[in-house]
């Protein structure tokens, strides 16, 4: 956010300014730990932490004033109110309208997997365009979003704003807070199978994000997946089709495609962007930098949404050509000093994203003849009564790709009778043992894949400290 003064703050968000009136900004933070001068510090009282405990610490490393929904003892000044929250939502809600009225755009997505990746490349394409605004890793939350949109101020041009969900409604909610004029749904998988209940609620929460969209908006649509498809009948606005084929809807006058798709020796995806928008045809090379073909649906929605907001398609293209991997944990390729490529995507986990990951692993494999892989398999969490089954099933996947399988956390037995099931080898072990049978072994490729509840990045530290790393 622009440097404001405490009292305007207090008075943004219906508070009481407890302290001296002082500048406040520009960095807002939920962690104490990542204070820095100048920022405004939430005290959020979660199930096991209240921030307020941690004021001081945040002043100790320059904070300048706290938002609390009580006194704190700390030298700082501090904007009391009801519900800390409501308090940071209304706040950010303000700063997006006065952005919004400014001329910023803003691009949300929702989708069961790959949300992160795709704003991640959507954010290389637009910055050469105008400043650009988007979460840092997985901030898709009620507070996570409200916390990204703080960052824009009068110069943001373009706000990527990622929204994830665990009942219907949040979305909806979400969208009060940074209100889209451009919105894609990436797909409907199984993450959060729990909390939903059926795919079907997954697709009438995701479909959210679309109903809010006004009419000279775009909705971002994958043509591929059907429930995804089925939300062109729940918005008003115009319409805008992605796909990893050549087969767009019948009739559609934009959609974006991929021809033409291989992957390198790293399973990098290598193709043709293809299609027909408004900014002209489409018909343009592409080299991802990150791992996976799965990524080349992702990629086919980051350029609709930027030719959506006003990108050209050669902006699109070298956009997407340069892009990085900026959230950590997601299919991140470490070369370990024995020559063990390990796929280090220990950040989160469903059954769809861990398919999309053994899928990888069984390229990346074949491109090492005369190597063995493993995958390190951990839970996936909130899948509800689908969990037994769903464990099961990722085993007996990443046994059939040829894997050696290590099941961790509650659903090891599962993921290990999967695997055997599939006449594979699987091994249920602790988490703190698995660096040390994996040391006795030999392995050309090896993927670490769970939620990230479960913490297996554990296990890639450990394996990088016994064996060392080199440049890949």
């Known amino acids: 956010m622009k440097t404001r003064q405490a009292q305007e703050i207090a008075a943004m968000v219906s508070g009481q300014l407890l302290g001296d009136d002082r500048a406040v900004g520009p960095d807002v933070v939920l962690d104490s730990r990542l204070a820095t001068p100048g920022a405004l510090f939430i005290a959020i009282i979660g199930e096991r932490v209240d921030g307020h405990d941690y004021a001081a610490a945040a002043a100790a490393r320059g904070a300048a004033a706290a938002l609390v929904s009580r006194p704190v003892d700390a030298p700082l000044a501090q904007i009391l109110v009801d519900d800390v929250p409501a308090a940071l939502s209304q706040f950010a809600r303000t700063i997006a309208a006065q952005a919004r009225d400014a001329g910023m755009k803003t691009l949300a ?21 105008g400043r650009t605004v988007s979460p840092r890793g997985s901030f898709n939350s009620k507070l996570g979003l409200p916390v990204t949109v703080t960052s824009v101020d009068e110069s943001t041009r373009f706000l990527v704003a990622e929204m994830g969900a665990t009942k219907i409604g949040h979305i909806a909610w979400l969208c009060t807070i940074a209100p889209p004029s451009i919105a894609a749904v990436l797909n409907v998988g199984h993450a959060h199978l729990g909390e939903f209940g059926s795919q079907d609620n997954i697709a009438q929460a995701k479909g959210e994000i679309v109903e809010a969209l006004p009419a000279d908006g775009w909705a971002v649509l994958n043509a591929d997946d059907p429930l995804v498809a089925a939300m062109a009948t729940r918005t008003s606005a115009q319409l805008a089709w992605f796909s990893a084929t050549t ?39 592409v ?48 070369l370990l000093g024995d020559g063990t490529l390990l796929l280090n995507d220990a950040y989160n986990a469903n059954p769809d994203s861990v398919a999309a990951a053994i899928d990888s692993l069984q390229r990346l494999a074949k491109a090492r003849p005369g190597t063995r892989c493993v995958a390190v398999l951990g839970d996936m969490l909130e899948l509800g009564d689908a969990a037994p089954a769903a464990h099961e099933a990722i085993g007996r996947q990443a046994a059939e790709a040829g894997a050696v399988v290590i099941g961790v956390g509650d659903f090891a037995d599962r993921i290990v009778a999967g695997a055997r099931l599939a006449g594979g080898e699987g091994h249920a072990l602790n988490q703190a043992n698995v660096a040390d049978w994996l040391g006795s072994e ?8 769970g939620s990230r509840g479960v913490g297996l990045e554990s296990i890639v530290n450990q394996l990088v400290a016994a064996r060392g790393e080199e440049t890949l």
């Open 109 to 129: 997505m929702t989708g069961s997997s790959g949300k992160t990746s795709t704003k991640d490349m959507l954010a290389q394409i637009l910055e050469p365009l």
């Open 247 to 285: 087969r767009p809807p019948s009739g559609a006058d934009f959609w974006v495609g991929a021809a033409d798709v291989w992957s390198d020796e790293l399973d990098r995806a290598r193709f043709k962007l293809v299609g027909h928008t408004p900014a002209g045809d489409l018909d343009e090379p």
């Open 287 to 334: 080299s991802l930098r990150t791992l996976g073909l799965h990524q080349v649906a992702n990629a086919c929605a980051a350029a609709a949404l930027a030719i959506c907001a006003g990108a050209t398609p050669r902006q699109v293209a070298d956009g997407l050509n340069q892009a990085e991997a900026r959230s950590a944990w997601r299919m991140e390729p470490r």
């Open 442 to 449: 030999s392995f050309g490729v090896l993927l670490v894949k």
